[in-house]
């Protein structure tokens, strides 16, 4: 599917100068040590720490600047400055410390979206132990399985999803501190549990980080559980680097920047773009404690004048299933970069962005175990709408193949050609390892590369296209079909909201493609719409790749990151066990 470009303007045109001003020669001269010196350093050569590069820095030089702007979803408003989340960081650190919690030893977060979970993260970095976030809607199931797998030692919650743990606590003996915190509320004394404020009240304001190696371990994320049970991908304090860098030339921040992450932080994108990239450049980093809703959502963006944003595909698919008109009665102007990660992006939902708002959304592609962005569109590049865009400085990407006759993984030259997206290892926020799962770590690497799992394609001006998962990817009558050219080419028929595409197992073309569409409101399921979208699709991708069954869903099962959970379309098409469904979103 060919779309126009979205063209740039000229450099001078811009109202902030892009700091990534040319994507060539940015790359070229790219060099990490050059980055590293833009950070600071523990004093007396202690080493990089993200909870000192991120806030302390920051504290040191620039005190009083507003570091969080923390918005309720009532709209009240309380605002951080960067001493003050030193000042809190190092109460928790310090509290750690007085319960004997050491170095990496786990620390997980199961909570919404207040002060304390952020006092939290840093604070746990501080002490060199491993923050482990877990998203406030799982149930008990999940945290028990994350915390058993990880003999995470302390658990900071509240006392509403403290419920949700009492009845798993039992199952977890390694789990020895839960700090209840309910954001200035004094809590229940509930037996087995601590109020959080009562040792932070006790802890001291100042703290001395210890000093830091470049592999200390930092965060242990679970990944999405997309494909099959989630993974403990963790990492190190060196990451920063990579936050640092990307966060100043994917998501393009500069100091001045109101910077809204919407991503939970129980996703890795609400920590490394949540927290670490946005304070790491000094912004003011918007955190809204609300849920989804259009309106809601654009009064954030008028109300804070947000400047940067940063979203994902299912949720830009939801805004434009509320229409246009709705974001043309908010007031959006001071808004100048947006992005969005997850998911492929759907050209249609690119061009939308543009008539919407007035300017795109920059489409960027990385993972769980990469802990950074690795492929992106920038401010200053034009877009091509269902790119993914070109590699970050300092960030190697290849399309290999496994070459027969050697035996081996090499990397294709050749424009045009599709295979599976590797990368060249050595960049600095990497995941280390599968915690308590080596083998499986080391399964990722082969021939010198680590390989992501996804398939996808590179253009001859450096392009990247997702084609799809490598699990997803359709085998029909000897072609190849990824399902995200077939689902994009689904959303854009005016009643099609979103679409999910499998292949089906089938006696003659080995699998045929089957999609599984939910509508937009005013458009109810019938034979001839389902007609008329197979008439569509084939018109578009041609007899062989559009889908021969469609199916109407109310809506398409996801991950808690909102990503279309496939695997759980096929499994309930063929009636197979659906497998770890930890992650599912069930509202
Ligand atoms: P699991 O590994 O547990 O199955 P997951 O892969 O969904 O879950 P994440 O690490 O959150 O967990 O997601 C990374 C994956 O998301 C990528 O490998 C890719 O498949 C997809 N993805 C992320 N961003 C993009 C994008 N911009 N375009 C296409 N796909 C993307
Ligand atoms: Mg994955």
Not at 180 to 201: F, K, R
Not at 350 to 374: C, K, R, S, Y
Not at 482 to 509: N, R
Not at 522 to 546: Q, T
């Amino acid at each position: 599917m060919d779309h126009q470009p979205i063209v740039k303007p000229p450099l001078d045109q811009f109202s902030v100068p892009p700091n990534l001003d040319n994507w060539k020669t940015r790359r070229a001269a790219h060099n990490w040590d050059a980055v590293r010196a833009e950070l600071d350093g523990l004093p007396n050569g202690g080493g990089l720490n993200l909870a000192h590069e991120a806030i302390d820095r920051h504290a040191n030089n620039t005190p009083d600047k507003v570091a969080m702007r923390w918005v309720t979803a009532a709209g009240a408003v309380e605002d951080y400055t960067y001493a003050d989340m030193k000042r809190l960081s190092n109460r928790f650190a310090n509290a750690l410390r007085d319960l004997g919690i050491q170095k990496t030893d786990r620390v997980f977060v199961f909570m919404d979206r207040t002060p304390e979970l952020y006092a939290a993260v840093f604070g746990t970095l501080k002490n060199l132990s491993i923050i482990g976030p877990l998203f406030s809607a799982f149930g008990p199931e999940p945290v028990r399985d994350r915390l058993q797998h990880s003999h995470a030692r302390v658990l900071v919650t509240t006392p509403a999803l403290y419920k949700k743990v009492g009845q798993i606590r039992a199952d977890l003996p390694h789990l020895e501190h839960v700090l209840l915190t309910d954001h200035g509320v004094t809590v229940p004394e509930i037996p087995g549990t601590q109020p959080l404020d009562t040792l932070l009240d006790a802890a001291s304001e100042e703290f001395e980080i210890p000093p830091t190696a470049a592999e200390d371990w930092s965060v242990m994320h679970y990944t999405s559980g997309t494909t099959g049970k989630p993974k403990g991908a963790a990492h190190v304090h060196s990451a920063v680097l990579g936050h640092y860098l990307t966060g100043k030339y994917a998501l393009d921040l500069h100091p001045e920047d109101l910077y809204w992450c919407t991503a939970d932080p129980g996703w890795v994108t609400g920590t490394s773009y949540g927290m670490f990239a946005p304070w790491t450049n000094g912004v003011t980093n918007i955190i809204y404690a609300g849920g989804f809703g259009a309106r809601g959502w654009y009064r954030v963006l008028q109300d804070q004048q947000v400047t940067v944003w940063y979203t994902a595909p299912t949720a830009i698919r939801m805004l434009m299933k509320a229409g246009t008109a709705v974001v043309k009665s908010f007031d959006t102007s001071a808004l100048r970069f947006m992005a969005s990660v997850g998911e492929p992006l759907n050209p249609e939902a690119v061009l939308w962005g543009h008539e919407a708002f007035g300017i795109p959304f920059h489409d960027n592609w990385w993972q769980t175990e990469t802990g950074m962005i690795m492929i992106a569109n920038y401010a200053s590049q034009d877009i091509r709408p269902g790119s993914m865009g070109r590699p970050m400085p300092g960030v190697e990407p290849a399309i290999i193949q496994h070459n027969e006759a050697t035996g081996k993984y090499e990397a294709v030259v050749e424009p045009g050609v599709e295979g599976d997206l590797a990368v060249r290892p050595g960049w600095p926020s990497m995941f280390r390892t599968y915690w308590e799962d080596q083998e499986r770590y080391a399964s990722r690497f082969k021939d010198g590369w680590y390989l992501t799992g996804d398939r996808a394609r590179r253009d001859a001006d450096g392009y990247f296209w997702f084609v799809g998962r490598s699990d997803d990817v359709i085998n029909t009558a000897g072609h190849l079909v990824g399902p995200f050219e077939v689902e994009s080419a689904l959303i854009e028929h005016e009643a099609v909201a979103e679409a999910g595409v499998i292949g089906k197992p089938d006696p003659i073309a080995m699998e045929i493609v089957k999609a599984f569409v939910a509508l937009k409101d005013g458009y109810a399921p019938s034979d001839s719409l389902r007609n008329e979208l197979i008439g569509f699709a084939r018109r578009k991708l041609g007899p062989g790749v559009a889908p021969r069954e469609i199916d109407f869903l109310p809506s398409l099962p996801k991950t808690r990151s909102g990503k279309i959970m496939r695997r759980l379309l096929k499994a309930r098409e063929l009636g197979l066990p659906e497998g770890d469904t930890s992650t599912l979103e069930d509202d």
